[in-house]
């Protein structure tokens, strides 16, 4: 009964997964595409939404093959006691990695943009203990906040939205200019900022409703998620001319800096204060997933204690010597990681699927 009780709805479902998806990229995307697919960046961004969407449909295929058992439960069973134990430590050291990531993406844009004398790891710090007095109840809580807080995104997108009116749409004319093999590099770079469909692996068992349903929910969630970075990074290229995106790291604050109103004169700051609410709620589910995973596959009771520990190695991680140059390779190199951990490695786990149905109706 308490299983029942603690279970997530749809409509929840889909906030935690729009809250885990957007996050930090949010202010980097339009110049992370651009460097490699042009102005047709924002195709790449669909493109990379289409693959997310097909992503979702593997992933769905193999998690109603076990309803009621996470991805750490079942794939033991599925690919063996020692692939299926390594395949979760790696999802495992995939979720603490990204939360590090987004961490330390976070803590450069706050530094340089609000508190540039503020000690970095006393930005990490107070955004990792907020995000653990979350990240340690159970998933009902997190989703309940994460649909209330879903309300700032209301803002961020008519706050996006209004440049629209003052730039130039020809900017991203010609279409197709850069050509297909750039989106395609575009696209990979895109992969990691729409990274968060996969924590259906882990929270399956804890929805309500029918297999179709839960497909449905995360497919219309996706492409909300997707057609938000696409009006991003279009806003951004109408703004801005090619030669100035080429030098912005962060073209969403500084387009938003060009605007001022009667009531905020720094439409900048505004954004950044509702971007942090949204950034936590994406480091908080990575947490929550990663933890979950540790207390499933070492069968720990107490996964308050567990939750700090990785709140703990995400922290130290984050607080490792690095700069922007660093965070960019690093950020290249974890999109590769990405893909093979959310596009690559479900294919095979697919194909395991269908086989031991194969067997099982044979037998």
Same mark, same amino acid.
Do not use: C, N, Q
């Given at each position: 009964m308490s299983v029942e009780k603690d279970r997530i709805s749809k409509k929840q479902l889909a906030f935690f997964t729009i809250q885990t998806a957007i996050g930090e990229g949010a202010l980097t995307v339009p110049y992370s595409v651009y460097s490699e697919a042009s102005m047709d960046g924002w195709i790449s961004m669909l493109l990379a939404g289409f693959a997310s969407h097909l992503a979702i449909i593997l992933i769905w295929m193999i998690c109603r093959t076990y309803p009621k058992k996470t991805m750490i439960e079942f794939l033991p069973q599925m690919a063996g006691k020692f692939a299926g134990h !390594? *395949?979760?430590?790696? %999802? *495992?050291? %995939?979720? *603490?990695?990204?939360? /590090? #990531?987004?961490l330390m993406n976070y803590c450069r844009i706050i530094n340089a943009w609000i508190f540039p004398t503020t000690p970095k790891w006393v930005i990490m710090t107070l955004m990792m203990v907020t995000s653990y007095y979350l990240a340690k109840e159970k998933l009902k809580i997190i989703a309940r906040f994460e649909t209330l807080v879903s309300i700032l995104l209301i803002i961020i997108i008519i706050l996006i939205i209004f440049p629209f009116s003052k730039g130039n749409p020809l900017y991203i004319f010609p279409i197709g200019q850069s050509g297909l093999s750039n989106m395609m590099k575009g696209m990979r770079e895109a992969v990691i900022t729409l990274a968060g469909f996969e924590l259906l692996l882990m929270v399956y068992p804890q929805v309500k409703g029918k297999d179709g349903e839960i497909l449905k929910t995360m497919l219309i969630s996706y492409t909300f998620v997707t057609l938000f970075y696409v009006i991003i990074i279009l806003s951004c290229f109408m703004f801005f001319s @090619?030669?100035?995106?080429? &030098? &912005? @790291?962060? @073209? #969403?604050? %500084?387009? !938003?800096?060009?605007?001022?109103?009667?009531? #905020?004169?720094?439409?900048? !700051? !505004?954004?950044? /204060?509702?971007?942090? #609410?949204i950034v936590m709620t994406s480091i908080v589910n990575y947490v929550f997933l990663a933890s979950t995973g540790i207390t499933q596959i070492l069968k720990i009771d107490n996964s308050s204690k567990v939750t700090l520990l990785v709140v703990a190695v995400c922290l130290l991680l984050a607080l490792l010597p690095h700069n922007f140059l660093f965070i960019s390779k690093l950020n290249k190199w974890f999109s590769y990681f990405a893909l093979v951990m959310i596009y690559l490695i479900p294919i095979p786990l697919l194909l395991m699927t269908i086989l031991r149905g194969r067997r099982k109706a044979i037998e």
């Open positions: !390594l *395949i979760s430590v790696l %999802y *495992i050291i %995939y979720f *603490i990695g990204i939360a /590090s #990531v987004v @090619p030669l100035e995106l080429k &030098i &912005i @790291p962060e @073209p #969403v604050l %500084y387009m !938003l800096k060009a605007f001022s109103f009667r009531i #905020v004169e720094r439409s900048d !700051l !505004l954004f950044l /204060s509702l971007w942090v #609410v």
